[in-house]
Nanobody, 119 residues
Framework: QVQLVESGGGLVQAGGSLRLSCAAS????????MGWFRQAPGKEREFVAR????????YYGDSVKGRFTISRDNAKNTAYLQMNSLKPEDTALYYC????????????WGQGTQVTVSS
């Protein structure tokens, strides 16, 4: 059972940056994907980014392309989300998630970390 723990959220002014971390409780296998999602009050959960653990290949949601970067550190079993040029509309509860392979559901979720961007 993989447990995921996010950290790094906080309050930042528009145009600023934050880096979120997602630590996995055990070694993630090469086929794993790790991803970030977010949910703002009154809105549906939105896909942000994902990374394939083995290759490092990435994919982003349209709203964050060019501003956010997902990466991973194999030795630390940790994924990161570097968020630059933050906008007030990026304000949300950010969740880390993991799945076993490309076709599986996102079966593992963290507890979420709040990101608030002030204008």
């Amino acid at each position: 059972q993989v447990q995921l723990v996010e950290s790094g959220g906080g309050l930042v002014q528009a145009g600023g940056s934050l880096r979120l971390s997602c630590a996995a409780s055990e070694r993630t296998f090469s086929s794993y994907y790790m991803g970030w999602f977010r949910q703002a009050p009154g809105k549906e959960r939105e896909f942000v980014a994902r990374i394939r653990w083995s290759s490092g290949s990435t994919y982003y949601g349209d709203s964050v392309k060019g501003r956010f970067t997902i990466s991973r550190d194999n030795a630390k079993n940790t994924a990161y989300l570097q968020m630059n040029s933050l906008k007030p509309e990026d304000t949300a509860l950010y969740y880390c998630a993991a799945k076993i392979n490309f076709l599986s559901d996102w079966g593992y979720w963290g507890q979420g970390t709040q990101v608030t961007v002030s204008s």
